[in-house]
Each structure stands twice: as C-alpha cells, then as structure tokens.
C-alpha cells in the first residue's frame, strides 16, 4: 500500500498532466500584477477612509503562494501569501463560468494569480472578488502538515525555504538582518569610508588564528585558501593611500560548529589611518548604538529580566585586571604556558603546557570573564603572544594596544592599533611559525611575505575594527544561536 506521502505526489503528478492535456501551462514565464499584496491591501484601506458603506476597489491583479484552501462546490475561499503580506480570494462559479473548473486542480502550495476588485466580508476579512486567475506554478510536493508551525529545527536549516513559507517571522528577522548591514553601511559611509572587495581566494590563509579551507587552482598548479580575515589586503589599501576603508564580506574558517560559530560567516573590517584603538573604541559603541536605533528603534534590548543599554559610553576594564576578578589568576604572575597551565587547572580551567601562552589567556577569558559581560564591555590591552598584528602598548611590556568588544556574554568586535613596524612584524610572524613547526598549531597567525613588503613601503598609524554581522544581527534580535542568523548555515551531510 502507498504511502500518504508517495500518494500526495502521485495525485500533485496526475493534476499536473491533467493541465498540460488540456493546454494549460502550469508553469507560464510571466504574469503581470499590478500591486503587491501589502500594497492591495492599503489600497482598500485607503478607500475606506474616504467612503462609507460596502464598498469595492478597482480591479486589482495580485498573485503569491496558496497557503489556505477552503470549499470546492459552487465558491472556493482561499488565502495567498507573497513577500508582503496575505489576503484571501474569493472565487464563484457564476463570476467564472467554466474557467471555475480549473478550481479543483489547485492545491496547497501552488502558485497563483488573481484578479477582481477588493472588498471586506461580513467578518472584516479583506478579499479579492475574482473575475480571472491563473495558475503559476504548479507545486508537486505538498507543505508540510502544520506548514504554520514548522518547528523540527532539523527541517528548518536543511531546508529554509519551508521554513520561510511556515514561520513568516523567520523572514522578518531575515529582512531585519538585512536593515542592519544597511545601517552599518551608512554609518561608515557617513563617516568617509571607502567600501572595497578584496580576494577570496588567497596563497596565504593569515590575518587571524583560524584553520583555513584549501583548495587547488588547476591552471596556476598551486594551492589556494579561502580567506580566513580581510585584514591584511585591507591594509594594503592603507598603504597605498585610501584613509579609510571596509569591507563586509563572507570569511571561511576550518573549525568546530556551535550556537557562536559556523565555517562560513559575514565579516566586517574597517581600518582608518591617524587613528588608533581608542578612536575605534568610541567609533564601535556609536556604530552599534546607531545600528539600533535605526533598525530597532531603541538603544534598549530587553533580554529576560535583563535590559541591556547599548548607548555610549560603554564600560572598559583591562584585560589582566578582568581575569585576575573572575578567577584570582594573575596573568602576569604566569609567564610561560607551563605555569600558566598549571595555574589554570588548579582553579578548574582545563589547560596544557602543549598550548601557547596567549591562547591559554583566550581560555581563560572565554571560560571565566566573557559569560559575565552582558552589558557591552570593552576589554583592553592583550599579551603580545595573543595579538602580533597589534601595536605594542606604550609603558606596558609585553601587552599591545587591542580591545575586544562583548556584549549579552558574546564576542561581538575585534580592533587593534595596527603595527606598522615591518622589522617587528616580520618577527612576530617568524615567531608565530616557530609556534606552528613546534606545536603543530595551524591556528597561528601566519607570514606573509607579500604583505610584509607592503608594510616596509610604509603604512601611517592605523586603527583596524573586525566585527561579526552574524553576532550583531544575534544580539539586536535576541537570537541564541548564529544559525538563525545564516539563511543557509552548515549541516553534516545527510548520506553520512
């Protein structure tokens, strides 16, 4: 015996052929509409305004995705839904003639054009009166059951397009993602910047500590790697005379999946010359408040009991003082990974001396510091081990003039004051190789001869901002994890 669902598909099949030996086309090139449904909608409204009474607009042509079918004897109600928004249609056998027979070779999902004056039912609903329609797409597998609630999170990712069609706030938040990138984009631009592309695909995979993506270029016979950061091509710019610049683009990183992470997301750097960390400090928490102010309207986001204010000016500690009140551990008590390691695991922080120093301070940040900074925090003036691309700080040995920026416990922004020493840079570099061939650590930042010759043309002071649009979107929206934020987020592989 077949199954519901092989049955639903043979009959979708059979309607299919149906309408093809009857010359229907269920797939026809075009179809003119005259208002989007939102805009079908106000117009009525509008009308309304002005007369009393029953009343009937002009004859409108709308069209979108059948979500509703109801009745199929002498009247048929059914709803479609575009882009915009939702309305119902109403269609008769006496308006239509014989074209009402085309009625019963409709289902749910299908796509669908309709055309007759607005008007409002005794209920409030607003309807389209239809004196003509056309099929426009033919759909062959159905909706799933409870299209208006699809909630297997599984189905959600895989498949985002029926996530869309189900949970209409799904691409809200989608719509609100992209306000935000709109937003930031005129921030900057605003403020003189230059928006730039930069490869993708690169010989040197540097610019961050990440695992990199490789690939092979046949005709050039070398290996190539997807972009880990826009950084070092960014400053290249600056070298070359641009003052200010960003760019928003993907980057790909080897690494693990979880609510925070994901292989692929959307980057943005900025870098502005005569400018250091403190400029982009007081740039971020002005960026972010804007962002929410256009976007959401308010600087506020209420999280649980919670309300987090993103206005400026947002609070700073240094890092060293941030972790030695979290835990006790004074970093500067620890100078090599081996005390440092044993350290952290006599307060319970997992650690080995196989680590470098610098991402053994990561650790601990991550682990005992950043759950704790719901409001937005700065946290300043990292080890040098953690940062070489990164300026030293002046009266600080061994610490250099960076910043992260944390927001609801989350890593929201990244920002040095560049070093622009290339005699220092190429050492800190070398040193960071040794890392690599001593540790076999592949998430070490890495040389790149290219930029450095860049760097010994001269660059000027500069100040360099990373941050994630995913986690930005996340933290506006109230969103947990990152895949909510990714249309189509990374998911193993069915067949494994």
Same mark, same amino acid.
């Given at each position: ?56 607009t002009e004859v409108v042509s709308v069209a ?38 085309? /009625?019963? *070779?409709?289902? &749910? ?5 309709? +055309?007759?004056? @607005?008007? %409002?039912?005794?209920? #409030? ?93 046949? /005709?050039? *016979?070398?290996? &190539? ?5 826009? +950084?070092?091509? @960014?400053? %290249?710019?600056?070298? #070359? ?54 976007v959401m309207g308010t600087t506020e986001l ?37 005390? &440092? ?156």
């Amino acid at each position: 015996m077949p199954e519901r669902g092989e049955e639903l598909l043979h009959s979708r099949r059979e309607k299919l052929e149906g309408l093809r030996r009857r010359g229907i086309d269920p797939f026809p090139p075009r179809y003119h509409r005259t208002h989007d449904i939102r805009e079908a909608r106000e117009l009525l409204a509008r009308e309304e305004q002005d007369r009393r009474g029953d009343l009937r607009t002009e004859v409108v042509s709308v069209a979108g995705r059948i979500v509703a079918l109801r009745g199929m004897g002498r009247a048929t109600f059914l709803d479609i839904q575009d882009g915009t928004s939702r309305v119902q249609a109403h269609l008769r056998r006496d308006l239509l003639g014989d074209d009402y027979e085309l /009625v019963r *070779d409709l289902d &749910l999902g299908d796509f669908l054009g309709v +055309e007759g004056p @607005l008007f %409002r039912t005794r209920t #409030g609903e607003v309807t389209v009166e239809v004196r003509a329609f056309a099929l426009l797409c033919k759909a062959l597998r159905p909706l799933p059951e409870k299209w208006h609630g699809l909630t297997d999170m599984e189905t959600r990712y895989r498949q985002r397009y029926l996530d869309l069609i189900s949970n209409p706030e799904v691409r809200e938040a989608f719509e609100l993602r992209a306000r935000v990138i709109a937003a930031v984009r005129n921030f900057l631009n605003g403020r003189g910047f230059v928006e730039v592309d930069t490869p993708v695909l690169v010989p040197v995979a540097a610019g961050a500590m990440a695992t990199p993506f490789v690939t092979h270029h046949k /005709v050039l *016979d070398e290996e &190539l790697y997807l972009r880990i950061a826009l +950084e070092l091509y @960014l400053k %290249r710019l600056i070298v #070359g005379g641009f003052d200010k610049v960003y760019e928003i683009g993907r980057v790909f990183r080897n690494e693990g999946v979880d609510q925070d992470h994901n292989p692929e997301f959307t980057l943005l750097e900025s870098y502005e010359a005569y400018a250091d960390y403190n400029d982009v400090m007081h740039m971020v928490e002005e960026m972010v408040a804007f962002v929410a102010e256009e976007v959401m309207g308010t600087t506020e986001l209420r999280r649980g009991d919670e309300t987090i204010g993103l206005s400026p000016p947002w609070r700073r500690v240094r890092l060293r003082e941030a972790i030695e009140d979290a835990c006790g551990v004074d970093i500067d008590d620890y100078p090599d990974a081996a005390s &440092l390691s044993k350290r952290m695991q006599e307060v319970g922080i997992e650690a080995t001396h196989r680590e470098n120093r610098g991402r053994l301070v990561d650790k601990l940040l991550s682990a005992v510091v950043e759950p704790k900074l719901v409001q937005p925090t700065f946290v300043l003036d990292y080890p040098e081990e953690m940062s070489p691309l990164a300026k030293p700080r002046p009266g600080s040995p061994g610490y250099v003039e960076r910043f992260e920026a944390f927001v609801g416990g989350m890593e929201l922004a990244n920002a040095y004051t560049e070093l622009n020493d290339p005699d220092l840079q190429r050492q800190r570099l070398e040193e960071q190789e040794s890392l690599r061939r001593t540790l076999g650590d592949e998430e070490v930042e890495r040389l790149d001869e290219d930029f450095l010759l860049a760097l010994e043309h001269g660059m000027p002071p500069t100040g360099g901002l990373g941050m994630g649009m995913d986690r930005l979107t996340m933290i506006l929206t109230g969103q947990r994890t990152i895949r909510d934020t990714l249309l189509f987020p990374h998911m193993r592989s069915r067949q494994r």
